[in-house]
C-alpha cells in the first residue's frame, strides 16, 4: 500500500515537472547564456591584474569561452521553439529545392 502510494506521488511529482517545464522552456535560454558566462567572469575577478605572460593560457581561454554563447544561439533558441524550427526547416527544403534545380 505504501509502495503504490510513493509510486502515485512520484508519478503526479514529475508530471507537474513536465508541465512547468513545458510552460516556462523560454526561461531556459538566459539561464544556459548566464551559466556559460559565469566561468569567464570568475577567472576574470580571480587573476585581477596579472601579466598576461604569467598565465597566458587562461587568458586565451576566457577568450575562447566568451565565443561559446554566440555559437550556442542556434541549440538554445531555434531549436526549443517550435515556430522557429519550423521555419527553418523549410528554409532548408527551400534552399535544397533550389541547388537541385541548379
Known amino acids: ?10 508519478s503526479i511529482l514529475l508530471i507537474n515537472f513536465y508541465i512547468q517545464f513545458q510552460i516556462h522552456k523560454h526561461l531556459i535560454s538566459p539561464v544556459v547564456l548566464m551559466s556559460l558566462a559565469i566561468p569567464r567572469l570568475i577567472s576574470s575577478f580571480t587573476t ?13 581561454l576566457g577568450y575562447y569561452i566568451s565565443y561559446v554563447p554566440s555559437m ?4 538554445i533558441y531555434i ?8 521555419e527553418f526547416y523549410q528554409t532548408i527544403r527551400r534552399i535544397q529545392q533550389q541547388l537541385s534545380r541548379q
Open 1 to 10: 500500500m505504501l509502495k503504490n502510494k510513493l509510486k502515485l506521488k512520484i
Open 48 to 60: 585581477g591584474c596579472v601579466k598576461s605572460t604569467r598565465n597566458p593560457w587562461l587568458f586565451i
Open 72 to 75: 550556442l544561439t542556434f541549440i
Open 79 to 86: 531549436i526549443p521553439s517550435d515556430l522557429f524550427k519550423k
